[in-house]
């Protein structure tokens, strides 16, 4: 069973900076295409970025492009979401997804709050 903890939210200004882990344990990390959606009030989870399993190849959503850089570190089996020049409009929950490429099972982490306002 794949377990995905979050870490890394809070309060930031506009125009500052957050970065965000996403630990994955129970499966070979190597295995799972992983990536990040937010979800607004209202709303349903929205893209934000993801990233390849064995490629390693991204891809983000128009609304992030240029700001944020999705990673990932085998050796730490850790993803991470690095946000730059943050707006008040990126204020939501993001959440952490995992898809395990050779079988399709995916996994959700828990959520971690980014709110950012003056």
């Known amino acids: 069973q794949v377990q995905l903890v979050e870490s890394g939210g809070g309060l930031v200004q506009p125009g500052g900076s957050l970065r965000l882990s996403c630990a994955a344990s129970?499966?070979?990390?190597?295995?799972?295409?992983m990536s990040w959606y937010r979800h607004f009030p209202g709303k349903e989870r929205e893209l934000v970025a993801r990233?390849?399993?064995?490629?390693?190849?991204?891809d983000y959503a128009d609304s992030v492009k240029g700001r944020f850089i999705i990673s990932r570190d085998g050796a730490k089996n850790t993803v991470f979401l690095q946000m730059n020049n943050l707006r008040p409009e990126d204020t939501a929950v993001y959440y952490c997804?995992?898809?395990?490429?050779?079988?399709?099972?995916?996994?959700w982490g828990q959520g971690t709050q980014v709110t950012v306002s003056s």
């Open positions: 129970g499966f070979t990390f190597s295995r799972l295409a």
């Open positions: 990233i390849g399993s064995a490629t390693n190849s991204t």
């Open positions: 997804y995992a898809v395990n490429a050779w079988n399709g099972y995916s996994y």
